[in-house]
């Protein structure tokens, strides 16, 4: 059962054939690697959240933005009722070098194949291999 949902908003920024990750540092999935992104504030759209939160993340910001997909995570026992409705963004890469900033323990640049390899969010993996036809 769902007690309360959370609208959030990530990023799966693509440089060639590889996707931008951070470290999550905090709850939830921290210490698993997921797309920059985080919870909508008060009177902000999906898209800007996503575009604030990649910036706050990584320091990068980001050229055009489409929405790919609108999931839901959690809303069980496990999430104590949290169902966090999450904003998927495909988005241009443009210029410059990721630092871990803010919530991200750490930042890089990751292939499917070595996404497969890592701790990584199953959303994140499973979104990844959707973008690129896999």
């Known amino acids: 059962m769902t007690d309360r949902i959370i609208l959030a908003a990530s990023v799966a920024l693509r440089r060639g054939d590889r996707f931008l990750l951070v470290e999550r540092g905090r709850a939830p999935a921290r210490g698993l690697l ?22 706050e993340e990584t320091g990068l910001e980001v050229g055009k933005l489409a929405l790919f997909q609108v999931m839901d995570l959690g809303g069980d026992k496990e999430s104590g009722g949290v169902l966090f409705r999450l904003h998927v963004f495909t988005g241009t890469y443009l ?40």
């Open 95 to 134: 210029e410059g070098e990721p630092t871990a900033r803010d919530d991200a323990a750490s930042v890089g640049w990751y292939g499917v194949e070595e996404m497969e390899t890592l701790s990584i969010t199953a959303s994140t993996l499973e979104v990844a291999r959707r973008i690129l036809g896999c």
């Open 34 to 55: 997921a797309f920059p992104g985080g919870r909508l504030e008060a009177g902000e759209s999906p898209e800007e959240a996503a575009r604030r939160e990649l910036f």
